[in-house]
Structure formats: structure tokens, C-alpha cells
């Protein structure tokens, strides 16, 4: 399984310590698999591939026969698993690395070792290929090293392709030779300074709102700690009487009216900790009232005539389009309720 760690906090690993993901790829691999050989035959078995191909095994002139496994994945979305090494008569093929993707909103102290690497060629099989090491974080510095190498080759048995590794932080203060996708054929290295934004996990949802009620809006964005500016109609809010958390991941409305709070809302999410500022804006959410049933933003006579029309088609049909009040059923309680919801809006100077 791959290794996803969001941590909210100050990381360090000193010299003595990794974080280590190295042989954790699947045998055999999604992709990227290694050929199998003979030792006692001839052909050795090939190198498993990644960021690169493997390397083929000793004496291999034609497939399947100890050939290398091929590269796969992609360097900006490293999140595949180093390519197993192919098996011999003696053992099956060596494990490729496996998948780190680390996300801190703290600087990263690195004395130690990060790696995914694979798993050298033994015992006749194919080595793995290095896997992938994916690190968000605003910064990076230490004396230790980043890895995802392929395995080297033995007895003839193919060595292992580089794996992938991105980097996408503000300042990168580790030695560059320390960030290693060595192998039979070299990986990726993608490395980034621009802005991260956050990632939005829970999109708000727009309503039909009834006037006077209570609305919420909430959003949800990773990793914290993060700042949020609520708009509508891209103007952006601030607390009043009747709205509240303008600036936080819910906003409240309580006492919604349709002349005032009708329209649609979005929010700006920050993470203001990374390069001046990483910026996402969530999806738009509609609040629109209730009372205007046909949807043409006046409220008037066509929308109690619509609304009655649906309901008499509710009760001929079972259908519950008409279910104002949201209790199950759609009966006279809802036509009742509705209207006064109408006349409500009238008085609020949402009709023409």
C-alpha cells in the first residue's frame, strides 16, 4: 500500500532515522515487471522498470526471455509502484520500491534518508526498480538524501530502472547529489518553488432556502493551517447580524432573506504558510429561494400556480416534487406552507 502521511507539525529526521518505503512494491508489479530467465539455462532474468527501463539480463537476445521491464508512470503524478525484477529458476524477482507521498505545512529537518528504493537482483532473480517519493512542504534542508534508486544487478540478473521523485516546496537546502533515481537507466526528478494551493476535500452545496430560516454553507481544504474569505457574486462578505464565519471553513446565515442573500457563493481558500500563498477558490453554491418555484428569479403569481399544479401531479402520481417541508410526504401541509413562505417573500420585496 502506498505510504500517505499529512502531518500538521514540525518533521524531523536526523541521522540516525528514515522514512522508508524501500522493497514495498508489489510482486509482481501493476507494471513495468522485469522478464523471468534461466539461470541454469542461460538468460538471467531482467531489471524491473520505473522512471527507467531496466536493465536487461545476461544473455537475453530475444523476449520474454530476461527482458527488461519498461518504464511507466508520470513524473508529476509519482504515485506508482517501482516495477518488479524478473524471476529465475531459484526465486522470484525482487520487489521494486514502494510509494511515499508526504504532505507538511512545516519545514522538513532532513539529516536522514527518505527512500523508496528497490531491491537488488539475489538468488538469480531480477533487481527491483526504485519507486516514488512525492514531498509538499514549505521548505527542506538537512545533509540527508531522498531516494528512489533501482537495485543493482548480480550474476547476470538485470539491474533495476530509477524510480520518480517530485518535490514541490519553497526552499530546497539539501545537497542536489542527495536526490538520487539512479539504475539501470535513471528516473525522474521534478522539483517545484511555485505556490501549492490547498486541496478542497468537501465542496459546499447551494439550497432552496425559505426566508427567515437558518442556512449553512461549509467547506472543507487540506492541509491547515489555512485561511478562508467567503463571496457572493464574487463580492466578499464579512460578518454582520445576520451572516457569520465569513472568514472561517462554514458560513452561517441565520435569518436568510431572499432579497438580500439570494445569489451564488464561493470561497477563497489560502494556505498562506507556502511561497506567498497557495490559493484554491471552491466550486459555486446557489441559494435560491424557495418560493420561486419557477425558477426565473421573480417571485409572483406563476409560482403558487406552478406549485399547485405540481402538487395535484404529486398526488395523482406519488411523486414528492412537492414536499416543501421535507417531511415525506407531500399533502395540503406543504401547499399551506409554501404559500405563506410566498406571501413571506412578497413582504420582503422579492415579487414584482
Request: aromatic residues 6%; proline residues 7%.
Amino acid at each position: 500500500m502506498p505510504l500517505n502521511l499529512t502531518i500538521n507539525g514540525n518533521l524531523s529526521i536526523d541521522a540516525t532515522s528514515s522514512l522508508g518505503a524501500a522493497g514495498r512494491g508489489p510482486r509482481p508489479s501493476p507494471a513495468g515487471n522485469g522478464g523471468l530467465g534461466f539461470v541454469d539455462f542461460g538468460p538471467r532474468p531482467g531489471g524491473g522498470g520505473h522512471g527507467g527501463d531496466g536493465g536487461a539480463g545476461q544473455g537475453f537476445t530475444t523476449p520474454p526471455a530476461g527482458a527488461p521491464g519498461l518504464a511507466h508512470g508520470d513524473p508529476n503524478n509519482p504515485v506508482t509502484f517501482g516495477g518488479a525484477g524478473g524471476p529465475g529458476s531459484w526465486a522470484p524477482g525482487m520487489r521494486g520500491g514502494g510509494v511515499i507521498h508526504l504532505i507538511t505545512n512545516s519545514p522538513i529537518s532532513l539529516d536522514g534518508v527518505i527512500t523508496a528504493d528497490g531491491v537488488g537482483a539475489a538468488y538469480s532473480a531480477g533487481a527491483g526498480a526504485g519507486g516514488s517519493v512525492w514531498i509538499q512542504a514549505p521548505s527542506i534542508s538537512g545533509s540527508g538524501s531522498i531516494t528512489a534508486r533501482g537495485g543493482a544487478g548480480s550474476s547476470g540478473a538485470g539491474a533495476g530502472g530509477g524510480g520518480r521523485i517530485r518535490i514541490d516546496t519553497c526552499s530546497l537546502a539539501i545537497p542536489a547529489g542527495n536526490i538520487l533515481v539512479s539504475g539501470a537507466n535513471p528516473g525522474s526528478i521534478v522539483s517545484s518553488t511555485t505556490p501549492m494551493p490547498p486541496t478542497i476535500t468537501l465542496q459546499p452545496v447551494g439550497a432552496n432556502f425559505v426566508d427567515g430560516s437558518t442556512v449553512q454553507l461549509t467547506v472543507r481544504a487540506t492541509p491547515e493551517p489555512l485561511t478562508y474569505q467567503w463571496r457572493r457574486d464574487g463580492v466578499h462578505l464579512t460578518d454582520d447580524k445576520v451572516i457569520s464565519g465569513s472568514s472561517t471553513h462554514t458560513l452561517t446565515i441565520a435569518g436568510i432573506s431572499c432579497n438580500e442573500h439570494t445569489g451564488s457563493y464561493d470561497v477563497v481558500v489560502t494556505r498562506d504558510v507556502l511561497c506567498e500563498g497557495g490559493v484554491a477558490v471552491s466550486d459555486p453554491a446557489t441559494l435560491h429561494p424557495a418560493a420561486d418555484w419557477s425558477f426565473d428569479n421573480v417571485v409572483n403569481s406563476t409560482d403558487v400556480s406552478l406549485f399547485v399544479n405540481d402538487w395535484f401531479d404529486d398526488q395523482a402520481t406519488g411523486r414528492l416534487v412537492t414536499d416543501f417541508n421535507h417531511d415525506g410526504v407531500s399533502n395540503s401541509t406543504d401547499v399551506s406552507d409554501f404559500i405563506n413562505n410566498w406571501f413571506l417573500a412578497l413582504a420582503n420585496t422579492c415579487g414584482t
